[in-house]
């Protein structure tokens, strides 16, 4: 009996870690999000009464938009399980805030509440009201705990400024204003027209110019560092954290090898088609026009960065001192997020329905270990997800039409394989990895 018991201890054990081996990341986050977005309703209504009591007229009306538009945007990301709950981050984002919170007593009366989003790229966003959001993008690509904590000052320094709610209040009065109806009727375009894309709109009201964005960075620089300074930790790493936002600003280039395709797409039950290759013909286009634009993309020049970092150095003569960088250390507990956030991209990009660039990545990664179960499973799962946005003629929603002003002829190869796929050609390729 005992050895029966311990048979059927050891299967339902290896059948649990099976199925949660294909998220590193917890995802278990239902009720905790439940509770949230109740919380967050309720504070959000005593913000609408608050406003009513504060403006008249037309500029309450549009201040009440905003913070409608601003706070149902949230709510969705929130909901649409583009948010990170781990106990690991969250527990660990906590302390770091506390910290620095800790350090400032001022900011005490601002409870400041830190999200940790899917978004694996290298930024942060403050989005008033005390919440700052920071990408898994920041553990992946950061080298310590300081730099992370710099972010995170920076941003609260945001939030201490008042910019969201100054900027959202700019916004209005614009749209209110007979005499800037032009300037008004850009923003509105840039509020609904553009691509829903995760914290888009979020975006759009810190920031309603790029004047008004130089201008309120660079307080939140000399503000954010005043806050970290006061943590002891290593100052230098303030400006290297600014460095590395530049450096990583935007996601690196992934470039697959035309051979990829063939390799881990003739599979049994359906062989591999030459013309799943054809790529259309954009005989119009002048290539070489677009070389130079294209080749910015993987080398990055960032004035505005440059600008930033100059002007601190100047403020602060200590950040200069550039010696003292090594003294830093990485922490056990920056380690081991920092692995997670380099191993969960595939899932993130899949759960930010990014299908076409978790698919990517997962072929660079098999180009490297083509026997590795776990990315070919994810391959399925993404590809099940475009099976289903194609029967539902959505594919465009995830996978990009072709471009060639503004993209390379590698990835042009890459859309045109996904378009030439049929229906039944997307659902075997995600069965037969998904079964894998």
């Known amino acids: 009996m005992i050895k029966k018991i311990a048979i059927i201890s050891i299967l339902l054990f290896s059948i649990t870690f099976s199925s949660q081996n294909l998220r590193l990341i917890d995802t278990t986050d239902f009720e905790l999000r439940k509770n949230l977005t109740k919380n967050l309703k ?6 609408y009464k608050s406003l009513k009591k504060e403006y008249r007229g037309k500029l309450r009306t549009e201040i009440t938009s905003l913070y409608k538009s601003k706070h149902k945007e949230f709510l969705k990301n929130l909901n649409k399980d583009k948010f990170i709950f781990d106990t690991l981050f969250t527990k660990y984002s906590d302390s770091l805030t506390q910290l620095i919170v800790k350090n400032n007593p001022k900011l005490k009366r601002k409870n400041i509440s830190v999200f940790i989003s899917k978004n694996p790229t290298i930024n942060a966003l403050n989005v008033g009201e005390g919440i700052v959001v920071l990408n898994i993008g920041l553990f992946k690509y950061f080298e310590n ?9 920076h941003e609260i320094a945001h939030e201490s400024l008042n910019h969201v709610s100054n ?3 700019h916004i209005a009065e614009l749209r209110t204003s007979k005499l800037r109806k032009n300037q008004a009727k850009k923003i509105r375009k840039e509020k609904y027209n553009t691509y829903d894309k995760s914290f888009k709109i979020l975006k759009n009201l810190m920031y309603s110019d790029s004047k008004t964005h130089r201008k309120k960075e660079m307080q939140a620089d000399s503000v954010g560092y005043l806050l970290y300074k006061n943590t002891t930790l290593n100052k230098p790493n303030y400006l290297s954290a600014l460095q590395l936002l530049a450096d990583y ?7 697959l090898d035309s051979t990829v395709y063939k390799r881990f797409f003739n599979i049994p039950k359906q062989p591999f088609k030459d013309s799943w290759l054809k790529v259309e013909k954009f005989s119009d286009y002048d290539y070489s026009k677009y ?62 329905e990014e299908y076409g660039y978790s698919i990517r990545l997962i072929l660079k990664k098999l180009s490297k270990d083509s026997t590795n179960t776990y990315l070919k499973k994810w391959l399925g799962k993404n590809f099940l997800s475009l099976y289903k946005a194609k029967k539902k003629y959505r594919l465009n929603r995830y996978i990009e039409r ?30 037969y990895y998904s079964e894998i």
């Open 42 to 47: 309720t504070k959000h209504t005593f913000i």
């Open 145 to 153: 705990e300081d730099q992370l904590v710099s972010v995170l000052a």
């Open 167 to 169: 900027n959202i209040l």
């Open 249 to 255: 600003e935007t996601l690196p280039t992934i470039n």
């Open 291 to 352: 070389t130079e634009k294209i080749n910015k993309d993987s080398v990055k020049s960032h004035p505005e960065f440059t600008e930033r970092i100059l002007k601190l150095k100047k403020d602060f003569p200590e950040l200069s001192i550039n010696d003292s960088l090594s003294k830093s250390s990485k922490g056990s507990s920056f380690i081991k997020l920092q692995q997670l956030a380099r191993k969960g991209d595939i899932v993130n990009f899949y759960d930010l």
């Open 402 to 431: 072709i471009n060639p002003k503004e993209q390379t002829k590698e990835y042009q190869q890459f859309l045109s394989f996904i378009w030439n796929l049929n229906l039944n050609e997307i659902k075997n390729i995600g069965d």
